[in-house]
């Protein structure tokens, strides 16, 4: 990814709705431009945020990938808050 993230939200371990639910929080929070790294373990997060910032006027998802840490796979989302 280019742009290094500005915040990183860790919801490891839980399930929908919650992983979009905190996102969406937490974009709130931060300033226009800034980026929203995302950790989650729930395979469903995938689509369920790709989903909810397609939907979302003022977010852009930039990237997502999938990486194996310490035997667990995790979800990075990163989301751009654009207004």
Known sequence: MEDEPNHTLDV???SCPMPVVKTKQKIDEIEEGEVLEVLATDS?????????????????LVEQSEVEDNGETVYRHYVRRTG
Not at 44 to 52: E, L, Q, R, Y
């Open 44 to 60: 469903g997060s995938m689509s369920d945020i790709d989903g909810w910032a397609s939907g979302t006027d003022g977010v852009e």
């Open 12 to 14: 490891k371990g839980e």
